[in-house]
């Protein structure tokens, strides 16, 4: 034997060892994945927050929207805070069957400064959002900035709580938005905190439309 076919035979052998080591942990894996699905047998609906400082609260909400669609349930919308009707998500989903989109704020706290104003506004897209939560034909409820509305008191949470909680056995929910109170983190079934690495805007690249709008 040559030195190079020793190489050769020595490389093929430890080659071979990775592959058997990486079955190895890919059936241990898999074995409790299996077992994972096999304890989740229950079906209902599921209320999802999405929290964080970071980018793609509402971008994660809306691709449930797709998803959702796709698999021809209907879908409900209520954006609180935001107040601008221009978006990329509303003009297409706004043209699909089985969605109603409803836009029922009207800016960003820092642009309103007018704290009443604000809280009639968010009472208003609750009872948007009460008369959703209440029809059993909707299957996702997609409750876009809710979290800012609580975080400044506008709605009280606990009624907000109570009204997610008190919905259709199989509707799914998505709050988003940042500072999610503890007490919706401790309905919810499944919380995503997103947190922020680099952002554009910080290196002074303004929103540009289908990133940010």
Not at 37 to 42: D, N, P, W
Not at 130 to 149: C, K, S, Y
Not at 204 to 209: D, F, L, N, Q, S
Request: proline residues 3%.
């Amino acid at each position: 034997m040559n030195e190079k076919s020793g190489h050769g035979e020595r490389g093929n052998a430890a080659e071979g060892a990775r592959d058997t080591r990486h079955a190895e942990r890919m059936a241990r894996k898999k074995a409790v994945v299996d077992d994972k699905i096999a304890a989740a047998q229950g079906e209902r609906g599921v209320l999802l927050v999405n929290t964080g400082n970071g980018k793609g609260k509402s971008s994660a909400g809306f691709g449930l929207v797709a998803r959702a669609l796709g698999h021809g349930m209907k879908v409900g919308v209520v954006q609180f805070i935001k107040g601008r009707s221009d978006t990329g998500e509303e003009a297409f989903f706004r043209r699909q069957p089985g969605v109603a989109w409803h836009v029922m704020g009207e800016g960003f706290t820092w642009e309103t400064q007018d704290r009443a104003r604000d809280v009639a506004t968010a009472e208003a897209g609750w009872a948007q959002a009460q008369a959703l939560l209440r029809d059993p034909e909707i299957g996702l409820v997609v409750l876009d900035e809710l979290n800012i509305a609580l975080k400044y008191r506008y709605l009280d949470v606990e009624r907000v709580v109570a009204d997610l909680l008190a919905r259709p056995p199989l509707q799914h929910v998505v709050v988003t938005g940042r500072a999610a109170p503890a007490a919706l983190v401790a309905a919810a079934d499944t919380v995503t905190d997103m947190t922020p690495v680099k952002h554009a805007f910080a290196a002074g690249v303004k929103a540009m439309p289908g990133m940010e709008w």
